[in-house]
């Protein structure tokens, strides 16, 4: 890992955290309270989280499995940052298709927006650096943003497919 990586990484961190301490600071300036979970959203989230964990332990035993038969791909940090991706996007589809993703205050289209844009942003990124790289080792084994572009926009695919599932029984 390279030196500016690792300030990239780290000022990226702190722009995500500024961003966030600014919007919730405004909103309670606003005197806007963010609503809670109900009990039926928190029992939903816990079974997400469940399922969460329960797929990120059995990829990584089976990551464990394939690292000791020593495969390129999975000695790198991408095929743990997979196992990661595949555990949030577990934990998000279920808990979009429980209603327990948003609280009631929150605007499902606008998260949607945002997470489809940081999806395509992240996977437009991706693809350019396959493209770009000269190495096998730099195109995929290191391309982690072709990895958290596609886990989004499978959460974007998930909040859509909800959204139709509510409009089609809204119309019944």
């Not at 039926?40 to 469940?50: I, N, P, Y």
């Not at 997470?115 to 396959?130: K, S």
Request: with cysteine.
């Amino acid at each position: 890992m390279s030196t500016a990586w690792a300030i990239g990484f780290i000022v990226g961190i702190l722009i995500v955290a500024v961003a966030c301490t600014v919007s919730m600071k405004l909103a309670t300036k606003k005197g806007v309270k963010p609503s809670k979970f109900d009990e039926r959203q928190l029992a939903a989230r816990g079974q997400a989280f469940t399922l969460a964990y329960a797929t990120l332990g059995i990829y990584l035993a089976v990551w464990m499995v394939l690292n000791s038969l020593e495969l390129p791909f999975f000695a790198t940090r991408l095929s743990v940052l997979i196992g990661l991706l595949l555990s949030v996007a577990v934990f998000a589809a279920y808990s979009i298709f429980s209603d327990a993703y948003f609280r009631t205050s929150d605007k499902p289209a606008s998260w949607a927006g945002i997470i489809g844009v940081i999806g395509l942003l992240n996977t437009g990124l991706g693809v350019w650096h396959a493209l770009e790289a000269a190495t096998v080792q730099e195109r995929w084994y290191e391309n982690n943003n072709l990895f958290v572009g596609i886990m989004l926009l499978a959460v974007f695919a998930c909040m859509l497919v909800k959204r139709a599932m509510d409009k089609r029984s809204e119309a019944e």
